[in-house]
């Protein structure tokens, strides 16, 4: 067995764990370095490890960072994880290379017309409210066949479907129902599972998981979390 002596191989090594237990293929998930609050020496460790998908939650944030460190390495695929309002939809439609947060019909409309503009088309995962949560960001489920027909509509490439789970409760029954609602709806990317549970996720069918502490070490809570 590989010596996991790093967070990056440490997680790697679990991400193939839980496929050889599901029988998945390692290829068939995306590890994702939530990167948010850290700074380019933080930063830079995983870029050296081979590291190339990172994922920021404010459009700010990710301005501010990414294009120097982007400079030297192209090859990065960057996400946004959190809410975007509809204002910003532009400038992200240019510095990222997808989006997990579609969650809205006023988004379908901004992006579609910020994706025409910059000639970037971007994959959009819809996120789902998959527990009720009201103070948590998503679609509820009963607005879900709309805002998907709505994005279809307009032409927004949708990646698949991404939720967080309530906190505090097993994730599992969450992550099998986001499987069976991406399934029913054709839809092939399903962005699951954060440094708690996504060995979990990748066994229920997770395509992106989106791991934050468990490769860059605790963090301390901020608006937006
Ligand atoms: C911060 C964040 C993560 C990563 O959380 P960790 O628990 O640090 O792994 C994943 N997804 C979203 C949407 C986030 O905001």
């Known amino acids: 067995m590989e010596l996991a002596d790093t967070p990056l191989a440490d997680v790697r090594a679990r991400i193939a764990g839980a496929c050889a237990r599901a029988r998945r293929d ?3 998930v995306t590890l994702i370095a ?3 609050t850290r700074g380019p020496d933080a930063i830079q460790p995983l870029l050296d ?5 990172f994922a920021e939650n404010r459009v700010q ?3 501010a960072k990414w294009p120097a460190l982007r400079e030297a390495h192209p090859a990065v695929q960057l996400h946004l994880v959190g809410q975007l309002q509809s204002n910003k939809a532009e400038v992200a439609a240019r510095l990222f290379d997808c989006i997990h947060s579609l ?4 988004l379908v409309g901004a992006l579609a017309k910020s994706f025409a503009k910059t000639g970037r088309a971007l994959p959009c995962f819809v996120q789902i409210n998959i527990a009720g949560e009201p103070q948590k960001g998503g679609c509820a489920l009963s607005a879900f066949p709309g805002l998907l027909a709505a994005a279809r509509a307009a032409d927004i490439p949708i990646a698949g479907l991404m939720c967080v789970p309530p906190a505090d409760i097993e994730p599992a029954p969450f992550f099998a129902f986001l499987d069976k609602l991406a399934r029913h709806h054709g839809l092939e990317g399903r962005s699951m599972g ?6 979990t996720a990748v066994m229920l069918g997770a395509t992106h998981v989106r791991v934050g502490s ?8 901020t608006k937006g979390d």
Request: no cysteine; aromatic share 6%.
């Open 26 to 28: 390692p290829g068939e």
């Open 34 to 36: 939530v990167s948010k």
């Open 49 to 53: 490890g081979g590291q190339r998908h």
């Open 61 to 63: 944030e990710a301005e």
């Open 103 to 106: 969650d809205r019909p006023r």
């Open 194 to 199: 954060m440094s708690g549970d996504y060995e």
């Open 214 to 221: 468990a490769l860059f070490g605790s963090r301390h809570p």
